[in-house]
């Protein structure tokens, strides 16, 4: 696809369930964020990706939170025990060779019961 | 903790009129300078990129830094009701060691263009 691509696009669950969130990103962009945004609020940074590079895992919220990339490319973010609190849009962004110049999916809506 | 501070607004303004949205950022390491702009239930996406001292014009947008200051702007001259929206300012780290920063977001400043 031509853009950055997010599943589920919404996802309802009860509380102390797991999710899993994937990001396709767009192919030949070597930099994969994600970052959450709950209503009405600005941009949180929870991971970041690049390359073959240790990922910059300082913004995850809890060790409930992680995040893989397989081969470079696709990624998935998980978060453990879910809690209301969690609720928000989690945004997938990816970018080539300027740091900074991202291109977003349209985001995954969850919402915990 | 690194910090990117923004006007929530609203912003209000006559069409017509020139919009300016102002934000300023902690990090004197900080060399790279952006404007998102984001849509009511739709993600980000980029308008503008800057890097040096000065002013960048595109089309309507013009971007506006000034590092001593530690302080970016945007304005949007003949503001359209299209262009209603909230802007995000980001700021990519300074990159200390080698490792690349990381890009944070202000809260964003929503604008609403008033026919």
């Not at chain 1, 919404?10 to 396709?24: F, M, P, Q």
């Not at chain 2, 980000?44 to 001593?68: C, H, V, W």
């Amino acid at each position: 696809g031509a853009g950055v691509s997010q599943s589920p696009s919404n996802k309802v669950t009860e509380k102390g369930k797991d999710v899993e969130l994937r990001c396709d990103p767009i192919s030949g962009h070597t930099a994969l964020y994600w970052y959450r945004q709950s209503l009405g609020q600005g941009l949180e940074f929870l991971i970041y990706f690049q390359g073959n590079s240790a990922p910059d895992k300082s913004g995850l919220p809890s060790d409930r939170f992680s995040a893989e990339r397989t081969g470079g490319s696709v990624s998935t973010l998980t978060i453990q025990r879910t809690q209301q609190e969690d609720s928000a849009v989690y945004l997938c962004a990816s970018s080539v060779r300027l740091a900074g110049e991202l291109f977003f999916g349209e985001g995954s809506r969850l919402t915990v019961l | 903790q690194k910090e990117v501070e923004q006007n929530s607004g609203p912003l209000s303004v006559p069409e017509g009129a020139i919009a300016s949205l102002n934000c300023t950022y902690s990090d004197r390491g900080s060399q790279s300078f952006f404007w998102y702009r984001q849509y009511s239930g739709k993600s980000p996406e980029l308008i503008m990129s800057i890097y040096s001292n000065g002013d960048k014009e595109d089309g309507r947008f013009t971007a506006q830094l000034n590092k001593a200051s530690q302080y970016v702007s945007l304005l949007i001259r003949d503001s359209q009701p299209s262009d209603s929206a909230t802007y995000l300012c980001a700021v990519l780290e300074g990159i200390y060691g080698g490792s690349q920063g990381n890009l944070i977001f202000g809260k964003g400043t929503k604008l609403s263009v008033k026919p």
